[in-house]
């Protein structure tokens, strides 16, 4: 019974442990490493071929294989090599010369000079990278690694074999076969025989799998001196690399192998440099490779191509030193000073005689390529020209031949003066020396060109340069308002340091030296502010004020939140407003152009260069070009300072100004000469092609005063032909009428309404003074006593109001053609700008101010003022009836006194206003402000009441 308790016992726990295995074993399987199971099928036999079997083979035997499997997306190759430039850069701050480098770097003056080699090892970890490529059969095999042998033909299998610790390999039915120590041709070629003996019809093939680890030491001058295990097809530097590296006092040319087994070998590791032949000494297991303290070394410095310290065996000659550093940058004609050291330990210089001067261990040499004064028989051309670049002296000796034709030059090419640079002759400093190309390229008279010369050519664009806002600005020291300029800064270094009228041509040229400030634009109001130009309108900014209207200064407690807001926006004047928007043109072109090309600018900046390229690669030309400055002005189209070269007709100078104006047909020229206190008397038109002028002087064209006026004049309203009309030179109101083919029926010529730009500007000012006045009495009044809170808020209101009304302009003018006719002294000579309103005959009459009922009541000829107030449902008690005035049509205004309304009837003509002031309690200060800002918005009533009489 017990014996079938145990059989049952056991047969049920062998159904559970296959029922296991059944669930286990396909997890397992999916665990298990596809290497292991292909080694095991090639052992097998099956189902794998002789090429599989040898990447498996070389894949299970590389170390390093692992590494290269896929690794999640890293930084790019640019980001990369960044930050190894970068890294270089912080290297070269912490890098310690050694004592050789000190030594020689003293002697030779060069504070780069380092020792040649010793970089190979820097960023080399010494790892053996994965093998690749066939293994030649010079290959000594050893105990370890790993043979792959195929076999093709009546026999058809493949088998990896590794050589024993006996030194064989026994491959399927061959006999075993001894590898260690021999070459794997060697291996190869007695397995074929012994295959021909044994399987016939059967090809052999044998290749190396995995190879073998072996140990070498690495001591002497390394960083890290020790026993290092690496394959067998490592080399010298690999196990040097390993061990750090060698130490600057090292030497790279004697390294020593020592056999385990003797003998000794030494390597010249500047083969793997370029310098010499590589070595193909390969490592066996037990070497110790030895670093000896460096031998002698040798320096050359100079006109070579890798400047350094090199060791050297024994003597050499100056020839291979410099092919040391990679050749002269001169193959010809260069110079070679040699530092010796005598046996006393004196230091003297001697000059190499060829290349074949011994070089001696501890020499440094100074390589010096061709004169000390450069090319020779070479003249250059720069600036505006199409080829710009060296020539030779002998096809170009003069300007004329440099530069050809004068129509081979590009268009608007500045032709009065063209700037030579050249070497003086005595003290060999640069010196600038001006050109007119006007008479170069005629050859009248010819200008011959040195060696060494260089002809810098401008354009016309350059010469307006030095009549931009810029360059104005830094003359007349009112600061830099492009720092990034190197020629702006340049001039103004000289400025501030001369103090003289040297560039005073600059400031005559224009007459705008300071100008208003007004707020920064920013993208989107600038775009505004185009868009407003090119309709003709006034620019505005940020706030709404005009682009040329300043803040008013009023205390925080009387400005409101837009004015404070206003008071913070930074203020810019027109020349650095124009900066600005110069900048965002060019950054949105470039936008513009990076969008198009998809993110990919190329080609030059096609923005308007805000620094001349010419005058940034030679800043001194900036100031030479002013000081030769001409300044023109009057009647021309391009008023402004020109530089001349020699003296020039006047003629030319005006023609390179862009001419004369047209109303300039009787003009008389004057000149004020530079060094002459005496002014040349005025010439005619005709005489312009005679009249000299030489560089500093200014030359002005006078012309007749032009016959029309700058601006027209604007007829609107009841004229028969009303329109914008260009006037004459002191052409009359009544004669405009005249032209405009007089007035309509409808036409009430006594509420004509005459506006004027400057009575305009006067008023705006007027407005600001009495804003600025009520400022100051708010102040003293609130510095006596206190305030109500009330009072004030009125007051601060009546200031606000004041410093933001726009005025509007209104002159008092008879209008009425007969009246004209019979009195033609109050005709009005009219301006550019005016504008005349002629409203239709209107039917009311304003009643406003203290009043029951303010408003406008029908016209009735004859009615009294009372008559229109009594309408207007009588005065409040609050009214002041003493005061009440009457502002007729035409802009006019009188008193109605108290009998006025009782006795004496005051004449109301149509599109009157009767306005009728409240009492004031003179006591009362602030209670008087709030009364008078009521009745300012009254005022701005009775002046809406003019806008309704010009839509009549």
Known sequence: MRRQLRFNFARRLTALCVASLVVVIPALA????????????????????????????????DMDAASTAAQPAGPTSEELELRRQRSRVQLDRLYTPSTVEREYRERLGDPTLRQFGYDLFRSSEGGSG????????????????????????????????RVDREGRIVVGQIRPIRAAGRSIGAVRSELAAETRRTLLGTDVYISLGSVRAISVFVGGEVERPGQYRMTSLGDVATAIARAGGIRRNGSLRNV??????????????????GIGTPSSVRLQDGDRIVIPVIGGTVAVAGAVA???????????????????????????????????????????????????????????????GGSAGGAQNRVALSGFVANPGARALGMTATVRELLGDPDDLRAGTYLPMAVLARRDEITGSRVYEGVNLITALRNSPAVPLRSGDDLFVFSRTDIDFLNSAAVRRVVTGQGNLLPECRSLENLRTLAEDVQSSRFAAVARGSGRLATARRPVLSRSNYD???????????????????????????????????????AQVPQLDDDEADIRRRRLLNAEREADRYARSGGELEGQNTGEPLCPAVFEAQPDLLPMLIEHAVTIGGAVREPGAYPVATDIAAASLVSVAQGTTVNSRNMLASVIRADDDAAVAPQPNAGLASLVIRPGDDLRIGASQPQFEMGGVLLSGEFAQPGYYTIRKGETLG???????????????????????????????????????????????????????????????????????EAPGRMVVETDPQVLAVRPELDTVLEGGDVIVMPKTPNFVLVLGDVNNPGALQFVAGKSTKNYVREAGGLQSSAEADRAFLVLPNGTAQPLSSAGWTRTAAVVPPGSTIIVPKEIDPGRTLDLVRDVATIFGQFATAIASIAILSNQ
């Open 30 to 61: 999916q665990q298990i490493d596809p290497s292991v199971l292909g080694r095991i099928q090639g052992q097998l036999g099956a189902g794998t071929n002789a090429g599989e079997q040898l990447d498996q083979s070389r894949q299970e035997g």
């Open 256 to 273: 020593r192998i020592e056999r385990s087994g003797g003998g000794r070998t030494t390597v010249d590791l500047y083969g793997l440099l």
């Open 528 to 566: 505004l502010d185009e868009r407003q130009r090119r309709r003709g309108e006034t620019p505005t900014v940020e706030g709404g004020l005009p682009s040329t209207q300043t803040q008013q200064q009023v205390p925080a407690s009387a400005s409101g939140a837009g004015n404070a807001q206003q």
């Open 130 to 161: 994965p093998l690749t490529g066939a293994v030649g059969d010079g290959y000594i095999l050893g105990v370890g690694d790993q043979v792959v042998v195929s076999f093709q033909g009546a026999t058809n299998e493949s088998q990896t074999v």
């Open 306 to 368: 890798r400047p350094g310290i090199y060791e050297v065996r024994g003597s050499t000659t100056l020839s291979q030193l410099i092919s040391y550093a990679g050749g002269a940058l001169r193959p010809r004609g260069y110079q070679a000073a040699v530092s010796r050291i005598a046996p006393d330990g004196s230091e003297s210089f001697i000059r190499a005689t060829g290349s074949a001067q011994t070089i001696m261990a501890g020499d440094a040499v100074q390589v010096s």
């Open 735 to 805: 004669q405009l009428i005249t032209r405009a083919g007089g007035l309509s029926r409808l036409a009430y010529p006594y509420g004509a309404i005459f506006t004027r730009k400057s009575v305009k500007e006067l008023q705006q000012e007027g407005f600001k003074r009495t804003a600025r006045e009520l400022n100051a009495g708010l102040l003293a009044a609130i510095s006596r006593r206190g305030a109500e809170a009330g009072s004030l808020t009125a007051a601060t209101d009546l200031i606000d109001r004041l410093s933001n009304i």
